[in-house]
Structures are given as C-alpha cells and as structure tokens.
DNA sequence: AGGAAACGCAACTAACGAGTTGCACTAAGG
DNA sequence: CCTTAGTGCAACTCGTTAGTTGCGTTTCCT
C-alpha cells in the first residue's frame, strides 16, 4: 500500500529520522515530551509525526487528553527487504553477465 | 560520512527511485538512455544521477563523449543494516521491559 | 570539414515542505 | 469551578527542489 519512495522520503528528513529514532530508543512518547528533548517546536513534531504515521512508522495512540506515539518496528521491514532486494537485483545480474563471459 | 537522512532523502522521490531501480535492473546506462524510457527531460534525469551520485549510489563512468552511470549496491548496505539496526534496537528493548515485568 | 548526437550550465517557474506564531478546544486537578 | 497542561487547526514565511527551456561545448561519424 504505502509505496518505498513515501516510506525513504518519511525518513528523509534529519529532525524527522531523531524523532523515529528517539522513540525507538526511549519508547513510547508525546510531541510535547519530545520537544523538549529535539530543539523544535511542539507542533513541528506534531507534524513530523503525523508523517510518520501516515506511512505506518508509528501508531497513535490517544489516553486522555494526551496522545502517545510508539514506533512500530515492521514498517522498518519493508525497508530493510527493499534494500537487500534491489541489491540483490544487481548481484543477480552480475552472475548472468559473468557467466555469460565463460 | 553519508548521514543516514541524506541516503533516504535521495531514495525519497518517486522518478529518482525509478531511476535507481531501472540502473539496478537494466544495468549501466546514460542519461539519455534513461530518458527514453521515463516520461522526464534529460536535464531532469542528469539532476537526479547527480543526487545519487552525491551520496554513493551510483558512480560516474565516462566514455567519450558520453557519462554512463553505475548502480553501487554497496550503499543499501547502510539502508539496510540501519533498518536492521533501528528494529533491533526496539526489539532488545521489549524484551528489557518484557523481563522486568516478571 | 560539418552535421548530428551527448552532455553541461544557467535561469526560470511552480510546488512542496519544514518551521514558526497565534488561537481555540478539551481534559485533568486542586 | 477555574486554572493549567496537552493538542489540534490555520495562516504565514522561507528555503528547497523537481522540472522545464534555452544555449554553448565537445565528441563522434560520414
């Protein structure tokens, strides 16, 4: 559903990528306990999140008046899988030709 | 050296990864080529095996008159082992959490 | 030699995106 | 209740970027 160059442009982003990271490392966490780690406004996470969640990097989840962000690691799969395909792709390709040469 | 946002933000565009994907399964090719094939001006192609050239993945080979352009698979080693890395991460810390709860 | 093919550079437009400020709304707590 | 903390929404600025067109330069080929 979500397509590879939504996902890499969600994480192309450098203030963008911390907040992800941040929440993998220290878990769980609101935009306004996040900004006052990341030297960004409050609704500049907000938004940054609102991207991350849009491509299913994170998930919402609202208690009270509060809302928590979580990251969720299976997005990242996509990712890693895209990668080692497409390079896989190349290697592939690289056999055929050698190969072909003998 | 590359940071991490810069690899993603060069992958983030939709005709730029079609670009890198075309050059990763078709192998080595010129601007020109590759403007045959996607529906953009060669000026735009050039700018983008530019970006991609610039964060290393792809290298400039020239031949005469004419730049053929190289797909580097070593590159998406680092997309890969920082998604790799990044779940990891998150999953040592659910199980940090998943001990502590016993 | 001279035309055609491949490329680079520069200027320009249009759109997107990151960040801010300001304000209204809702929920929690004394 | 009334204050305060946590969000959301809207409008605005400013820098970046994808894409185009135009032109000059170099290389190949007949």
Redesign the interface.
């Known amino acids: 559903m979500t397509?590879?160059?939504?996902l890499?442009?969600?994480?192309?982003?450098?203030t963008?990528?911390g907040v992800?990271?941040a929440l993998?490392?220290s878990?769980p966490a609101t935009a306004t306990e996040l900004a006052a780690t990341i030297p960004v406004t409050r609704q500049a996470i907000s938004k940054h999140l609102a991207a991350l969640d849009a491509v299913g990097l994170v998930t919402r989840h609202q208690e009270g008046r509060e809302v928590r962000y979580q990251?969720e690691?299976d997005a990242?799969?996509t990712?890693?899988s895209w990668?080692?395909d497409?390079?896989g792709?190349?290697?592939r390709?690289l056999d055929r030709?050698r190969r072909s040469l003998e």
């Open positions: 397509e590879p160059h939504e890499f442009s969600a994480l192309g982003d450098r963008r990528l992800l990271t993998a490392r878990g990251f690691a990242l799969d990712v890693a990668a080692t497409t390079a792709t190349w290697d390709r030709l």
